[in-house]
């Protein structure tokens, strides 16, 4: 009976206890999903970063670790990634045992008190023994600040160009772009260029870069590039928008001058992508964390504060000759399901309160509605060109007034045919065509929800109940 405080969600990742933001150092090595995460062990709100530890073999079951790294003399230990340096190019390990390596930001809160603008550099971790225990190098930090305040979020990737010649590229946000740095062995560092295009969205400073290749539908190889803004998110706040490009080994170049998000829902931030992920597998594996920095500090919990989104696999489509990002719930999650039932009717009883539900669109403009018998209830819906969603009163709202904000969304010309629900104890996410259009919301109603009703969707609703991951 482990994690049955109220609002705890069952199948989505949550600290045991305390503050948690960002997900870090995804990688995946020798069987296991690694997920770090920003962590305030010392309590429930944002405080001095480490990074909190857990790892997975099917993305969806977690088995929390201990902390693996803690603030040192350079400072706290913001967001970044981890690597399997696999040919040992930084020396640390060995080839028959090559090291994991973390790089993430040290975020030196004495020297930003004492005035300084150059508090934030980039260090480096590395394991010997599959993430179990961390060692900082010897030589902290390998990228100095420039004398700049915002620097931070090193996303680094294996690049291989045509001559089958690699090197690592970092991905680092700096205040209004993103810088890309190489380097042949993880620890001396070159710049590269800054992407910063005219017309891509700047209401908040950038954060959380990442840069990866993806196939498009006739299997050319395309780049993205993601990056985080808090605030100027499309519904508020924080959000991520992305760019589908080219990258050469030094320049990421787009011509499709269009911002694009990559969810329409208030929370999902700061999400990256896994590194190191087997090629017979081939997915591109993500996960964001499921907040806003507009309230994440006040939501009604105690014992911890915030969880992840469901884990996703990204694959790119396209609308009138556009290339888009579409986030797949993974193929895993269906190992949670365990009753299925076929509900008919536009008025349905909900007996269960894990759920995913599966309804065909077959009208235009549709809406659906949960509710519980303390007439607190969420909407969802499409008129005209719109997608709407109320969380207005959907139980526990005035933690912040943000909060109850009306969402929007663009119908972004997609063909709408079906839509998938997951429902946990605190959050809905609605994905449109596997994934097309996606809306990720935290909510916290007082009772559970039992009751949904709709219109303009098929008679029959797959409704499956779900199982706890813990
Ligand atoms: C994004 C962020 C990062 C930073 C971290 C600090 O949510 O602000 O830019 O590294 O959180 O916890």
């Keep these: ?72 003399k350079f400072g706290t230990i913001f967001s970044g990634s981890a690597v399997a340096d696999l040919k040992n190019t930084s020396g640390l390990g060995t080839e028959e045992n090559p090291p994991l390596i973390a790089i993430f930001t040290y975020h030196d809160a004495e020297a930003e008190k004492a005035g300084a603008i150059d508090f934030q550099t980039q ?35 294996w690049y291989e160009d045509n001559d089958g010649k690699g090197k690592w590229i970092m991905s680092l946000a700096v205040k209004d772009r993103i810088s890309f740095y190489s380097s042949e062995n993880l620890i001396d560092w070159e710049y590269e260029s800054d992407f910063q295009p005219l017309w891509a969205a700047y209401g908040g400073v950038w954060e959380c870069p990442d840069l990866f290749k993806v196939k498009s539908p006739d299997g050319i190889d395309k780049w993205v590039l993601f990056v985080s803004i808090n605030p100027g998110g499309p519904n508020g706040g924080s959000a991520t928008q992305y760019f589908v490009g080219d990258f050469d080994g030094m320049e990421f170049t787009t011509t499709e ?33 499921m907040s806003n920095w507009d309230y994440a500090n006040v939501v009604p ?128 996410e609605f994905f449109f065509n596997e994934g097309e259009l996606v809306l990720t919301e935290i909510i916290f109603p007082t009772q559970p929800y039992s009751k949904l009703k709709t219109k303009g969707f098929g008679d029959s609703k797959k409704v499956h109940q779900l199982k706890s991951i813990w």
């Design 123 to 157: 260090g480096i971790a590395y394991s010997l023994d599959k993430g179990r225990t961390w060692e900082k190098y010897e030589n902290n930090p390998v990228l100095k600040n420039p004398g700049i305040k915002d620097f931070r979020d090193p996303k680094v990737m």
């Design 257 to 289: 001058e269009e911002v694009k998000w990559l969810d329409y829902g208030a929370d999902n931030y700061a999400g990256v992508t896994w590194s190191n992920v087997p090629k017979e597998d081939g997915r591109v594996l993500f996960i964001g964390w």
């Design 301 to 428: 919990t105690e014992v911890w504060r915030s969880a992840k989104t469901i884990p996703r696999s990204l694959e790119l489509f396209e609308i009138a000759g556009r290339s888009y990002l579409a986030s797949k719930p993974v193929k895993e999650l269906d190992k949670l399901k365990g009753n299925t039932l076929d509900l008919q009717g536009n008025e349905i009883e909900l007996e269960h309160e894990l759920l995913e539900m599966a309804l065909v669109i077959e009208e235009a403009d549709f809406e659906f509605e949960l509710s519980n018998e303390a007439g607190e209830s969420v909407t969802l819906k499409r008129i005209d060109d719109k997608i709407y969603f109320d969380r207005s009163n959907s139980g526990k709202t005035d933690f912040e007034v943000a909060f109850k904000k009306l969402h929007t969304a663009p119908d972004l010309g997609i063909n709408f045919k079906e839509l998938r629900v997951f429902l946990d104890k605190a959050s809905i």
């Design 1 to 72: 009976d482990y994690y049955q405080e109220p609002y705890r969600p069952q199948f989505h990742f949550s600290p045991e206890a305390n503050w948690m933001n960002d997900p870090n150092g995804m990688v995946y090595y020798e069987g296991e999903y690694h997920l770090f995460y920003q962590y305030h062990p010392e309590g429930n709100t944002w405080g001095p970063m480490h990074w909190g530890h857990a790892i997975s073999q099917d993305l969806v079951h977690w088995e929390h670790l201990p902390i693996a790294l803690y603030p040192d």
